[in-house]
């Protein structure tokens, strides 16, 4: 990577606007990725050896990997193996196209109810072995109203601050995120991928959607 | 069992399916295959967005190899986003990390020491290229397993794994599932003297591997090595290649 260090990211939207961010307050691995893109490929940078430090990985079957390193790496600490059964859980949507898909990494074989269009429970069906690997396949199987609660439970934490449900979409910008925030932590409800779609979720719940 | 005394088999004959028996895809991981794939591309930083890409194709077919078998096409649109050397280096790494089956090569040194013929029987339906470019083909060639294959049965064909031609042309458009490459099998195998109580079919998949052959008098294993497909008409069921030598004798 190049020794230049980038100070902004900016995104621009097709209404003209954009928003901007201190490139250093990303998150280090998303630095990264960024920073790996062909586009800011850096041939200048290339030419004088990188970093000059390198770490080279060779395999049994001769394959051979390069891992550009800081230029303060001085020695390897460790190498070792973790060996364990991961379980990953997949959520696979239909949509128009090509159906959504999801991995769910936190504690999937606990899993107990998912609502999209309705709510069910997840009812263990068979498991079907191939090599290593096993797929547990479960049965969705009707179960209440997830959702239903949820809103019940979104009325009960605006009314802890005060506010009547359908008041809090009214609010804008900041009070609004700040608001939803509040409420959020009060239903302990998170985002599992994106902080905007919880929120988004709060702003349907508050005017009788979803 | 016709033919079968205390997990005894006398046969002359045995045939072997292909996927997830003599081959198992195990090693197919997505991370090593797309992973290694993209950096020979030169394209590391696609490995995970290329890997999630696979992952819905899976989703919308329902596997991997009904993806391989009939949308091979979206495997490299979609995924490989239409790149000439991404779908070369996907041939070659399926080729490169598909497994044998545990025990299989001790096994097939077994049997062709007995002198049992082995024949390899595959549902390979449709195929592009010229005889002998198909996957199965090139396994068999890769792993050295023409040492004890030399033809290959299926669709397309029966077809000589020496010469990459096409030997008997009776079997074409026959299929394992609709029974009747096995008739044309059992006809096969008694013009050279062989009946079908003295051949043994071994596979895993009940619907294409087991039931039509045994409704045809073939004796019939079930392997479980890999997978576990569930009942089926099998005569026996092993769970690893080894157990064929406890089981096949050479008949006369």
């Given amino acids: ?4 260090k980038p100070t902004t990211l900016t995104i621009e939207y097709d209404d003209g606007s954009s928003r901007s961010i201190d490139f250093s307050s990303l998150p280090g691995l998303l630095q990264f990725d960024i920073l790996r893109q062909p586009f800011t490929l850096d041939m200048d940078e290339v030419r004088a050896g990188g970093s000059g430090k390198f770490l080279v990985l060779e395999w049994e079957d001769g394959w051979r990997e390069v891992y550009g390193l800081d230029a303060s790496a001085e020695a390897i600490a460790r190498y070792y193996v973790v060996s364990r059964n991961e379980d990953i859980g997949r959520v696979a949507v239909k949509k128009e196209g090509y159906p959504e898909y999801i991995e769910i990494m936190r504690r999937p074989l606990s899993v107990r109810r998912i609502a999209l269009g309705g709510s069910y429970a ?8 191939e090599g290593k690997k096993t797929e547990h396949m479960y049965d969705l199987v009707d179960d209440g109203d997830l959702v239903a609660e949820l809103r019940e439970a979104f009325a009960a934490a605006a ?3 005060g506010l009547e449900p359908a008041s809090v979409s009214r609010l804008t910008g900041e009070e609004l995120r700040l608001t939803l925030e509040a409420v959020r932590e009060r239903m302990k409800l998170v985002a599992g991928a994106s902080e905007q779609d919880v929120l988004a979720f709060l702003v349907s719940l508050s005017e009788g959607g979803v | 069992m016709n033919g079968v005394v205390d997990r005894i088999m006398e046969v002359k004959w045995c045939g072997f399916d292909y996927g997830q028996c003599i081959m198992e895809p195990g090693g197919l991981r997505n991370p090593l295959v797309i992973g290694d794939i993209c950096k020979l591309l030169g394209q590391p930083e696609l490995i995970a967005d290329r890997i999630h890409r696979y992952h819905v ?5 329902g596997g991997y190899s009904k993806i391989k078998e009939g949308h091979r096409d979206e495997i490299y649109r979609y995924v490989l986003d239409d790149d000439a050397k991404g779908q070369e280096l996907f041939s070659a790494k399926e080729q490169e990390y598909l497994d044998t089956g545990d025990g299989l090569m001790d096994a097939l040194d077994y049997l062709q020491q007995a002198g049992i013929e082995l024949e390899v029987v595959s ?28 033809v290959l049965v299926s669709p397309q064909g029966k077809q000589s794994l020496l010469d990459d031609v096409i030997i008997d042309a009776t079997y074409v ?8 490459i096995y008739d044309v099998l059992a006809a096969d195998l008694r013009a050279r003297g062989i009946d079908t109580s003295e051949a043994v079919m071994v596979g895993d998949k009940p619907a294409t591997d087991i039931n039509p052959a045994s409704e045809r008098g073939f004796l019939t294993i079930q392997y479980k090595g890999f997978i576990d497909l569930g009942p089926s008409k099998a005569d026996l069921v092993i769970d690893h290649f080894s157990e064929l030598k406890d089981i096949l004798r050479k008949k006369g």
Avoid: C, H
Avoid at chain 1, 122 to 129: G, H, K, Q, V, Y
């Fill in chain 1, 122 to 129: 997840l009812e263990a069906a068979a498991s079907r072995r």
């Fill in chain 2, 57 to 61: 194709l899976n989703e919308t077919y």
């Fill in chain 2, 173 to 180: 458009g026959k299929t394992k599932e609709g029974g009747d």
């Fill in chain 2, 123 to 150: 549902e390979m339906k449709k195929t592009l290229g010229a005889v002998g470019s198909d996957i199965v083909s090139r396994f068999l060639k890769n792993r050295g397993l023409t040492e004890y294959f030399k």
């Fill in chain 1, 159 to 161: 009314a802890e601050q």
């Fill in chain 1, 1 to 4: 990577m190049s020794d230049r």
